[in-house]
């Protein structure tokens, strides 16, 4: 139960997030939600993954 728990608030990675003079993070996770969303905004665009390194 605990694993379950954690695996479903876990963030995961960050990433910076806002440039290099500022302390924001974003999650991983979050950030590859959004880029789907956008790209599946795009008429022809079928979004199946997304990677950011």
């Known amino acids: 139960m605990t694993k379950i728990i954690h695996d479903q608030v876990w963030p995961g990675s960050t990433l910076p997030f806002g440039g290099p003079t500022r302390a924001l ?3 991983e996770r979050a950030a590859s939600a959004v880029l789907r969303r956008a790209a599946d905004e795009v008429p022809g665009v079928t979004t ?3 990677r950011l390194a």
């Open 25 to 27: 993070r974003i999650a």
């Open 48 to 50: 199946v993954s997304c």
